[in-house]
């Protein structure tokens, strides 16, 4: 929800949102407000698509979430400095830098100028995803700092909130100031992230959807290192043979160890270089496939995230399994016999 708590319908109950900004606790407060567009190109007129136009206080977000990958984005392309023409100027998720957009408003022509694109994390930054709904969230996205929507008017917009900020707020005095409204009311809608946090965690499905993820990876571990400890026993006679061998021509216990690892060394090579890399390189394979707003229930997908810890203990875990299997067939030679091992060979031969 971007915030500490949001205020969702701000525009429609400004009344309820200026006390709520000035609630005690209520550090920093940021609008966000958003309209659905069908603009045209201003060059030859071609359709560009329905996009919603979001605006946002750039300045007030960067000062109160730093991090803000929108917030960034607004700072670095001017946008927070306020505007001197008479477009609007806007970063957009399609078209090119320097791209005229045009819409009729109230009759009246509006004219958006793409000043630069809208980075992937920008897009989604969870400050507009409060007035981004799943529809809204598959159009293209055109963001706008609120300096440069001051000509609109609060009934233009199709969704507002008032996002708040403060670590000291007191969630009873927030819903004391928040009038209740009769079901199907046009009244505003207060949400707080603890809250929200907090049903998410006892939400059933995605206690389920966290077990069959946890089950499903431990069975692909296992299948795998039961692939690698199959081709381990199913080569080890072979190794066997040779070890003993070279024993009959002088070959030591120590040298012995060694032949063994360097005749594993090429599957251990490949089974944790190709092992690591795809474990890293999944996530974003799978990404475009996988729309986890369906159990998220939010308008922007959460960040998906490499567990590169866990990765790499995997690794680390065969590179054990490897130690641990030339320890035994090390012993195991040196308890079998050269006689046994070398008429085992003989009888392989014939």
Not at 97 to 107: K, Q
Not at 131 to 151: F, T
Not at 153 to 176: I, K, P
Request: aromatic share 4%; net charge neutral; hydrophobic share 50%.
């Amino acid at each position: 929800m971007g915030a500490d708590a949001s205020f969702l319908g701000a525009g429609r109950d400004p009344g309820t949102a200026g006390r709520l900004a000035r609630a005690r606790g209520v550090r920093e407060t940021v609008a966000v407000r958003q309209l659905r567009v069908d603009p045209v190109s201003g060059t030859d007129g071609g359709r560009y698509g329905i996009s919603s136009l979001v605006g946002v206080d750039g300045a007030k977000l960067r000062g109160a979430v730093g991090s803000s990958p929108a917030a960034r984005a607004l700072y670095d392309a001017g946008l927070t400095r306020g505007g001197s023409g008479r477009d609007i100027r806007v970063l957009a998720s399609e078209g090119h830098t320097g791209d005229v957009l045009t819409f009729a408003l109230h009759g009246k022509e509006t004219r958006l100028r793409i000043v630069g694109p809208l980075p992937d994390d920008a897009a989604n930054d969870a400050a507009l995803g409060p007035v981004r709904g799943a529809a809204v969230a598959r159009q293209h996205l055109l963001v706008a700092d609120n300096r440069d929507l001051r000509a609109f008017a609060a009934a233009d917009f199709e969704e507002t909130a008032l996002l708040l900020y403060g670590a000291r707020m007191d969630t009873e005095a927030l819903r004391s100031l928040v009038p209740r409204s009769a079901p199907g009311a046009a009244g505003g809608e207060l949400r707080i992230r603890a809250e929200e946090q907090a049903e998410a965690a006892d939400d059933r499905l995605i206690a389920a959807v966290t077990v069959a993820h946890t089950a499903c990876t431990a069975l692909a571990v296992l299948l795998a290192l039961l692939a690698l400890v199959l081709e381990m026993l199913l080569s080890a006679p072979a190794r066997g043979r040779t070890t003993a061998y070279l024993r009959t021509l002088g070959l030591g216990g120590r040298a012995a160890s060694a032949l063994h690892l360097l005749q594993l060394l090429p599957l251990v090579l490949a089974a944790v270089a190709g092992g690591v890399a795809l474990g890293l390189v999944l996530p974003s394979l799978l990404g475009p496939a996988l729309d986890l707003r369906e159990f998220t229930g939010g308008p922007v997908a959460p960040d998906r995230h490499v567990d590169v810890l866990f990765t790499a203990a995997l690794g680390a875990g065969i590179c054990l399994l490897v130690a641990l299997a030339v320890g035994v067939e090390t012993w195991l030679g040196r308890r079998r016999g050269l006689g046994a091992a070398l008429r085992l060979g003989r009888a392989d031969e014939h």
